[in-house]
């Protein structure tokens, strides 16, 4: 009997790239340096992030994470990305757009971390540059969102230099590093990115 292969329905995975940086989702073999990369900047990131799992950094942890990000996707609520320099393919760190919404709201709300050798180089502008024109262009967002803690001087200049404009306080908005902290919400629409 013939075996007939179905079209594929699901769309392309998305990889953007530009400002000398490729973002793409993570696979299994991006364990080690992934690991290596979170492991050596834990002290730098933790203050800002939500508490880790214990197991975070273990294999299996890694693959929990990557079946989480695999139906995330394939039901578009949420889009990872890792960020790697184009020209030595090295990890600099990532962006998530989560809590995709559509019907009449077409909104997602980023975040983002760089390791910490890597911190203050423009990476994370350039991340953002990058994935921009795809956020607003396949995934049609009418509105991209962004939350900092006030004192996150490197996030808050991050946004101001992507664009986004600073709408408001949300008092105790996240759980972040084990305490819900007041954070400021920035918005980016997509007529403000074409111009
Ligand atoms: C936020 C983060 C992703 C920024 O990444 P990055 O690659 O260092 O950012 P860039 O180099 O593109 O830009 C950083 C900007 O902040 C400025 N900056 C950094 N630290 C600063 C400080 N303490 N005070 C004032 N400005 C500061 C830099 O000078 C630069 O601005 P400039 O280009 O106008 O000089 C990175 O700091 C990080 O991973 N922090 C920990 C995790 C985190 O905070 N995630 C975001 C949660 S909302």
Redesign the pocket.
């Known amino acids: 009997m013939a075996l007939f292969r179905l079209p594929s329905t699901s769309p392309p995975p998305l990889a953007p790239r530009g400002h000398g940086l490729v973002l793409r989702a993570p696979v299994m073999a991006d364990f080690p340096q992934w690991a290596e990369l979170r492991d050596r900047s834990r002290q ?2 933790t203050p ?2 939500p508490i880790w799992p214990s197991d975070d950094l273990t294999r299996s942890g890694f693959r929990r994470r990557l079946r989480r990000y695999a139906e995330d996707i394939s039901t578009d609520r949420s889009y990872p990305f890792l960020v790697f320099r184009e020209a030595d393919e090295v990890m600099i ?1 990532g962006v998530t757009l989560a809590n995709v919404r559509r019907g009449i709201v077409q909104a997602g709300t980023i ?4 390791g910490e050798p ?9 991340a953002l540059r990058a994935l921009l024109p795809t956020l607003f262009g396949e995934l049609n967002l009418h509105r991209i969102e ?4 006030p004192t ?4 808050v ?2 946004l101001e ?1 992507c664009g986004f404009t600073r709408e408001g306080l949300a008092r105790r908005y996240l759980c972040i590093n084990g305490a819900w902290q007041d954070h400021l919400l920035f918005g980016l629409l997509n007529e403000d990115f074409r111009g």
Do not use: D
């Open positions: 730098y990131l800002w992030e760190g975040g983002y971390w760089v890597f911190a203050q180089r423009g990476y994370m502008t350039a962004a939350a900092c803690i996150n001087a490197a996030s200049r991050v230099k």
